[in-house]
């Protein structure tokens, strides 16, 4: 992997005076921030594995539990209107929120894991035939690996994963030149949540498109940090998380082409995906309905729809340099470590840092930080192909999102050489 | 006492830095070793009887972080001399008791092994501390069959 220094510099951004004085205000939306851990600042640096949650979603979830909630699309009855249109007006502002042509082409789903099941297994068990392609890289998480395998195993259709060059970042020219006609699908993470690389989604969508495959992007790490357009993307599915994005856990969005969702099969069966259920077959209901079986998390859509107002209230631009400067500074701190050494070195990359440090394992690491106030991630990340290209079991990782701070990332630097002192 | 240092005694950090019963063991193959799958951790076994067969001493090799070493260290100190009944019993009254299905107390009579009561209150690092042991078992299960 190339030298840390080297994208520490590609990563230089002008600083904004007022971007400075914005932080604690934007720091007093958050009221976990303010907990002490172990007689610590709590300084939260797991940002890829869940987000916090702005006081503007937790009022939001609780106003719609105390003054709203009823079951949408059967309730005849004031709450009942009023849950529902809840419910889609958060499908509303998020086809906004992705640039989408139609309200219809956005699913709520749980999360991230379950829109890739969905479009595996209903696309994949409809289209796929045996020995067709599905094409993966090297850094997928195991939920963008594991549903494929499960449709490839009963379609026998097989798996291709992209290398990865020695930054960590894939290489379109080659994923080109090796293109194999019977590839039908590229299913491919817009930010790796382990080296933090940033995929190009556009070009890698053009290459499908003009060998008639499909594309799916796991904007799972992507959607917290950076503005996504369907359309500019150019991807035919997109799936992401509330949870990460500032909203709570449970809910979860699939976009999809709408001539693709149309031909596709429902993926659940259960109420409201009917039009009409007779004894033998039933008749199903329009988009998006069609993938909504059972009761969903309307109290989450209506977190989501308020964490989307939050981000559009900061601004893409705000919450863009803000981390950039976070992650420059972070690439700088780390780069001092001594015995570090940091895995994914793109120049294309997000604020997310796996490294590798002094052979002291991940887990001794995160339990001595965690004794400093610092929250990070040990394990594999769910991403066990990836761990074992870079020869490690398990990593250390900090992620970062807009509402850190300069002093905190150079906490983390401190501990790391305090947690050295300590263990070795 | 802070939870951290409840956790990492100066006793575990000993056997950490200075694994008792740690040996090459690339003569195993690699499929054979015992994995935790919520970090990828592995941990190889591999038990020596004298002539009596008594347990002459357990041998590990793995990747694994200071409560996981640690703890194999301790698991060949304390299995040394045992049948491999009474190794068995000692593998499930330790993982009983931190897993909480058992007294916590009976770390007590099991010498240094009580250093890790700690890991009692932390039930991801309980997977680390009882790794060693549930391949002790599966071991002992195999050898026996």
């Known amino acids: 992997m190339g030298t840390i220094a080297m994208i520490a510099n590609a990563l230089v951004v002008p600083e904004l005076p007022d971007v400075e004085s914005n932080v604690a205000s934007v720091r007093a939306r958050f009221p976990i921030l303010a907990r002490e851990i172990n007689g610590h ?12 949650k702005p006081l503007e979603v937790i009022e939001a979830v609780d106003g719609f539990y105390r003054s709203r909630n009823a079951n949408i699309h059967r309730s005849l009855h004031t709450l009942g209107e009023e849950a529902t249109a809840d419910w889609e007006g958060a499908r509303a502002k998020v086809a906004r929120f992705i640039g989408a042509r139609r309200n219809e082409e956005v699913i709520f789903t749980r999360g991230t894991t379950e829109s890739i099941n969905l479009v595996a297994s209903s696309w994949g068990e409809a289209f796929l035939k045996e020995g067709d392609v599905i094409l993966l890289t090297m850094m997928e998480h195991h939920s963008n690996i594991v ?278 | 006492m802070s939870e951290f240092d409840d956790l990492y005694q100066e006793v575990i950090m000993d056997h950490y830095r200075r694994p008792k019963g740690r040996a090459d063991l690339s003569h195993i193959p690699d499929e054979r070793a015992m994995e935790n799958p919520t970090c990828g951790d592995t941990i190889k076994l591999e038990i020596l009887h004298d002539e009596a067969g008594r347990i002459s001493e357990v041998r590990h090799n793995g990747h694994g972080c200071a409560i996981s070493t640690a703890s194999a260290s301790l698991m060949s100190e304390y299995t040394r001399g045992l049948t491999p009944e009474e190794a068995r019993a000692a593998a499930e009254r330790f993982i009983g008791a931190l897993r909480g299905e058992g007294k916590l107390d009976e770390l007590d009579s099991m010498g240094d092994l009580a250093a890790l009561r700690g890991v009692a209150g932390l039930p991801v690092r309980v997977k680390c501390a009882t790794l060693a042991w549930h391949a002790l078992l599966r071991e002992l299960g195999e050898k026996a069959s």
């Open chain 1, 147 to 424: 549903p494929w395998q499960l449709v490839a195993a009963r379609r026998g259709a097989s798996l291709v994963y992209i290398q990865l060059e020695a930054d960590g970042s894939i290489d379109l020219e080659k994923v080109e030149a090796s293109w194999n006609p019977r590839t039908r699908i590229v299913c491919a993470t817009h930010m790796s949540n382990v080296l933090g690389t940033i995929n190009d989604i556009r070009r890698l969508s053009e290459i499908a498109h003009a060998h008639g495959a499909l594309l799916l992007a796991d904007a799972a790490q992507s959607a917290p940090h950076m503005r996504l357009d369907v359309g500019a993307l150019g991807c035919d599915f997109l799936a992401f998380s509330g949870h990460k994005l500032y909203a709570p856990m449970g809910i979860g969005v699939l976009w999809g082409r709408e001539a693709l969702l149309e031909a596709m099969p429902p993926y659940m069966g259960g109420g409201d995906m009917i039009r009409s259920v007779g004894l033998e077959t039933s008749t199903y209901n329009d988009l998006p309905w069609k993938f909504e079986a059972g009761t969903p998390d309307v109290g989450g859509a209506v977190g989501l729809s308020a964490a989307i107002d939050f981000i559009g209230g900061l601004g893409w631009d705000y919450i863009g340099r803000r981390e950039a400067s976070l992650g420059r500074r972070a690439l700088s701190v780390l780069g001092e470590v001594r015995g570090l050494s940091l895995h994914g070195t793109a120049r294309d990359r997000g604020a997310v840092f796996s490294f590798s440090f002094a052979d002291i394992h991940p887990h001794d690491i995160a339990q001595f930080l965690d004794r400093e106030g610092l929250a990070v991630r040990a394990g594999h990340h769910c991403a066990q192909p990836l761990m074992r290209l870079l020869k490690v079991p398990a990593t250390t990782r900090a992620s970062l999102a807009f509402w850190n701070t300069e002093e905190e990332v150079e906490r983390l630097g401190a501990a790391l050489e305090a947690a050295k002192r300590f263990y070795l």
């Open chain 1, 41 to 52: 600042p709590l300084a939260y640096l797991d940002n890829a594995a869940t987000s916090q």
